[in-house]
């Protein structure tokens, strides 16, 4: 998985969510999305290896302590 990161604008993601999704899905690349004035990061754009890995490690770690 690649480590690279960008961020786009609500508006700008729109435009290039294909891309976006391409990026993360064939790159391993992470795009936040930014709202607001301040460019918040608001969500993000992200591989879907990299959120079912969190949701196994959050599971193991439920598992874990429900045994304590």
């Known amino acids: 998985m690649s480590k690279e990161s960008s ?6 993601a729109r435009d290039k969510f294909s891309d976006a999704v391409n990026r993360a899905a064939f790159g391993g690349e992470v795009t936040f999305v930014t709202r607001g004035r301040g460019h918040h990061r608001a969500a993000a ?3 879907a290896e990299l959120v079912e890995r969190y949701e196994a490690m959050v599971d193991a770690e439920d598992g874990r302590i429900a045994q304590e």
């Open 7 to 12: 961020e786009l604008s609500v508006s700008e």
């Open 45 to 47: 754009i992200v591989p």
